[in-house]
């Protein structure tokens, strides 16, 4: 088999995948923006592939990696972060023109789960309970909720990975400032957060049932529909504690959850 890129590897998800399959006899390129990172330091690596950094210039960072799948021969590219994988899924048709298999979703799949406001239009479909959730076409909308809601409540982005239009990456992390405890604060706190990214302008930020509790996590690997496996998790420790990033977490086996993917 020809060798497999893996990004990101200036991270432990992607130095573990380099190790994997280095480990079993798969040549791998370490691909990373900086030289000195964890995959390419790997014993595993048996090259190094150098590219811009997608943070600063997204469009740079595609032209780049689809000039240097052309010239090398690979049997697939592997992303491995939020921000590459939906970089890939997004130009995945002219990557794999190369004739490297993108290890990404086509777009319009990706997108469903990418885009928060997709997932939870796709689950309502399916009967699956989710937050009372309202997606909004531009802040002057926010006062046909402001009095249907519940709170408090949060305002978060659709996707945590954005990019600016001149091709810049910013993370939207859920923080205290997101949550609104009144129709007021819903307004200003709304309309702050729209003028902050100028990718707000054509996928507004959706707003959310705060719901209390702890957060129980299921991934499942799936091929054509077919669950191959699956892992739960339960949150131990957040930040902020009132919703946002996990910080500490342990396996757990829900019934409810097993479940709910299965549907």
Request: glycine fraction near 4%; charged fraction near 25%; charge should be negative.
């Amino acid at each position: 088999m020809n060798g497999v890129l893996v990004l990101d590897s200036n991270g432990q998800s992607a130095l573990s995948i380099v190790r994997s399959l280095g480990r079993h006899g798969v040549r791998v390129t370490a691909g990373a923006d900086r030289r000195f990172a964890l995959g390419p330091m790997s014993k595993y690596a048996t090259d190094v592939y150098i590219h811009p950094d997608p943070d600063d210039d997204c469009y740079a960072f595609i032209d780049h990696l689809r000039a240097y799948l052309a010239d090398n021969d690979y049997f697939a590219v592997v992303p491995v972060t939020d921000k590459t994988t939906a970089l890939l899924s997004r130009h995945k048709a002219e990557l794999e023109r190369t004739g490297t298999i993108v290890a990404a979703e086509d777009w319009e799949t990706f997108s469903l789960v990418y885009n928060k406001a997709n997932t939870f239009d796709l689950a309502a479909e399916l009967d699956v309970p989710t937050p009372t959730t309202f997606t909004l076409e531009s802040p002057a909308k926010i006062d046909h909720i402001r009095d249907d809601l519940t709170y408090p409540a949060v305002i978060k982005s659709r996707s945590k990975s954005i990019w600016t239009a001149n091709g810049t990456h910013k993370l939207s992390r859920v923080g205290e400032s997101h949550y609104v405890r009144s129709p007021d604060e819903l307004l200003s706190t709304y309309k702050t957060l729209h003028a902050s990214n100028d990718a707000f302008e054509e996928n507004p930020p959706i707003v959310q049932e705060y719901v209390p509790g702890e957060t129980q996590t299921t991934v499942v690997l799936a091929d054509e529909g077919e669950i191959l496996a699956h892992f739960q998790e339960r949150r131990l420790r957040t930040d902020p504690p009132s919703g946002g990033t996990r910080r500490f977490s342990m396996e757990s086996r829900t019934s409810e959850c097993t479940d709910m993917h299965n549907h």
